[in-house]
């Protein structure tokens, strides 16, 4: 386990392209965007960053944009192994 956790989680975010034909978009702090042509590659990826971070004894949340541009997180269990 780390020595010093971070106080809030790690947040992942999955942004909804903003118009037909564009790339999702996956942001985590302190790195580059990756971009991803179907929603399905891009919370691949975005699962994979947070059991990498659960690994390492990290907290972390994916959020995932809606079409319309509201909200949603993806529950922990849903990527846990």
């Known amino acids: ?12 975010y999955v942004r909804h392209p903003p118009a037909r034909g564009r790339d999702w978009i996956v942001s985590i702090a302190s790195t580059a965007d990756q ?8 919370l691949r990826y975005a699962v ?9 004894g990290f907290a972390t949340e994916i959020r995932i944009e809606n079409e319309d541009g509201s ?11």
């Open 1 to 12: 386990m780390p020595a010093h956790m971070p106080d809030r989680p790690t947040t992942i």
């Open 48 to 56: 994979e960053r947070a059991r990498a971070d659960a690994i390492k």
């Open 35 to 42: 971009r991803f042509s179907t929603d399905r590659e891009a």
């Open 71 to 81: 909200w949603q997180t993806l529950e922990p269990d849903s990527f846990a192994r």
